[in-house]
């Protein structure tokens, strides 16, 4: 098995530095859109066949070095009982917005086989067809970045109604964010129960906040996750599972994330590498963190930041190559091709 992946996540030395990219299954390659003329969006996450086809989509396209669940971070959330719409014009819509002790009874901690069986039946096909030509990824969001759809029932700009429910109400935040801890650790556990050789929390949002309020209104919640996880795992002798926690505009929470006991802190752009390697400590391993609109430079352009990204992380204990977020639908698909060959040309050296 191509396993430098892993032994990235492990902080092991590395022929060459892995890459995978974040959305790299999606809306900017045209087999993509060819599966999603057939079916919405929704559909393709619930239909095993389909949604291990475009998984795989990119690892027989890019060449990357991991696979990433193709799913998306509401399935659990529509789960838990809210209505669940993609508009494309829109993005996602969840009804109704948790806002009152009301909404929040509503709400079950599902058991994730019974309610998300199709995600853990992808993940078995596709280790199955992935015949360990790579390890798979799986993943979730983190509590806070899944309360906030919840809470603003939607997509936000400024968060208000996340911020007014945290400061006026703290227990009523405190209990739905503990529904929701309870049903991510139980779905990261279904997911390494399926065949999951690795797991990211998705903390996109975590950035909107002041270092002291993240401390006490995020972080717990997902050293809860990775402490619960690792002691599960360990009662099950299972082995090791890396857990990689990227959070969002990551700059001004690293001296607080570095705590929460993760493999590996996926980075954004907004910051140097070497600075956030500095920052967490030496033996950290980091991921990231190319902009995503850098792919859009003429090769040349792309190929000095995969240098200088490269360089930089030089001075971290590993380095897992991404994008510092998703990749943008309008990207041109060689320009991705080209990095993948580029990192795995330039590290290998
Ligand atoms: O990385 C991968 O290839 C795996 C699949 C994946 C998707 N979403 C597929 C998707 C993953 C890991 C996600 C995570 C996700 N989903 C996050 C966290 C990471 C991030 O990007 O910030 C968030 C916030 C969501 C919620 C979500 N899903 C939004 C806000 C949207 C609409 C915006 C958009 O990009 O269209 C989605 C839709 C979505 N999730 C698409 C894909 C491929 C596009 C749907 C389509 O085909 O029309």
Known sequence: MNDVFLKACRGEAVPYTPVWIMRQAGRYLQQYQAVRRKVDFLTLCKTPELAAEVTIQPVDILGVDAAILFSDILIPVEAMGMELEFIDSRGPVLSPPVRDEDSLNRLS????????????????ILRKELQDRVPL????????????????????????NTKKMIFRSPELYAALMEKITRTITAYLKAQIEAGAQAVQLFDTWGGIFSPADFREYALPYVTGIISELRGWLESRNAGHVPVIYYVGETGGLLEEIRSCGADVYGIDWRINLDDAARRLGSDAVVQGNLDPAALFLPRHGIEGRVRDILGRASSARGHIFNLGHGVLPETPPENVIALVEMVHHLSGE
């Open 109 to 124: 901690v599902p058991d994730p086989e019974e309610k998300t069986g199709f995600v853990m039946q992808t993940i078995r």
């Open 137 to 160: 990824i799986g993943f979730s969001g983190a509590p806070f970045t899944t309360a906030t759809y919840m809470i603003e029932g939607g997509t936000s700009k400024n968060f208000l």
